[in-house]
């Protein structure tokens, strides 16, 4: 069977117009069990430097991807730690035929979105 199944990532910060550098995230296949596939942390275009999955690993089936940008808006004053409002941000997503899958996060320290992108 030829694979064509990948997942990518990228993380943009609403609040300062910019990619959001410096993010931890992690992937879990949801199977039976909850599976740990990868954690890493975003690069400078907000972006993973590999694919989150790629034609090799690539499995049909649910995901959860978690985003630690409680972490992300707190570094940068002392005080964040005590006011921000998110902290994680997980998103569960199915992951069904072999294409190719990219879940954007917009994110402020207040609100955030996603969406199947290309």
């Known amino acids: 069977m030829n694979r064509v199944g ?14 959001a550098a410096g ?7 949801l199977d039976d069990k909850r599976m740990l596939v ?9 972006r993973t430097d590999v694919p989150l999955l790629s034609e090799s690993d690539f499995l049909v089936g649910a995901y959860e991807l ?3 940008v409680g972490e992300y808006f707190g570094k940068d004053t002392a005080d964040a ?4 409002f998110l902290d ?3 998103i569960r997503f ?10 954007p996060l917009l994110v402020s320290p207040w609100s955030y979105t996603t969406y199947r992108g290309s």
Do not use: M, W
């Open 6 to 19: 990948s997942l990518s990532t990228h993380v943009l910060d609403t609040a300062d117009g910019k990619p």
């Open 23 to 29: 993010v931890r995230y992690s992937l879990h296949r």
């Open 38 to 46: 990868c954690t890493g942390i975003t690069n400078d275009q907000g």
């Open 94 to 103: 199915h992951l069904g035929a072999d294409e190719h899958y990219h879940v």
């Open 88 to 90: 994680e941000i997980v």
């Open 81 to 84: 730690l005590d006011t921000r």
């Open 66 to 68: 978690t985003f630690a």
